[in-house]
């Protein structure tokens, strides 16, 4: 059972940094790739960043390019998300996903925004930015 617990999530003001984090349980060769999506209330949950774990390649999401940053950590099994120059608009609640090896298709096999590849959700982390 793939468990995915966010850290890290608070209120920071505009301009500043933040840093999320996501626990992934098992091992890592369980994992094809840990996804970053948000969400606010009324709107579409929107794909922000991914890693995948075979060559820690990466895709962003256009409204995170160049501020936004994902690592991961293999000793730990732990993905993070660094969040600089944050904006009021990137207030929401932040989501990671696991797509899993087993599940990877030829269609999924690169990281990408799109949910629907994701199969294992954590809990959420509130991220707030205001002043």
């Known amino acids: 059972q793939v468990q995915l617990v966010e850290s890290g999530g608070g209120l920071v003001q505009p301009g500043g940094s933040l840093r999320v984090s996501c626990a992934a349980s098992?091992?890592?060769?369980?994992?094809?790739?840990i996804g970053w999506f948000r969400q606010v209330p009324g709107k579409e949950r929107e794909g922000v960043a991914c890693?995948?774990?075979?060559?820690?390649?990466?895709w962003y999401g256009n409204s995170v390019k160049g501020r936004f940053a994902v690592s991961r950590d293999n000793a730990k099994n732990t993905v993070y998300l660094q969040m600089n120059s944050l904006k009021p608009e990137d207030t929401a609640v932040y989501y990671c996903?696991?797509?899993?090896?087993?599940?990877?298709?030829?269609?999924?096999?690169?990281?990408?925004?799109?949910?629907?590849?994701?199969?294992?959700w954590g809990q959420g982390t509130q991220v707030t930015v205001s002043s």
């Open positions: 098992g091992f890592t060769s369980d994992y094809h790739a």
């Open positions: 890693i995948k774990y075979s060559d820690d390649s990466t």
């Open positions: 996903a696991a797509k899993l090896a087993r599940y990877v298709t030829l269609k999924s096999y690169y990281c990408s925004g799109y949910a629907g590849d994701f199969g294992s």
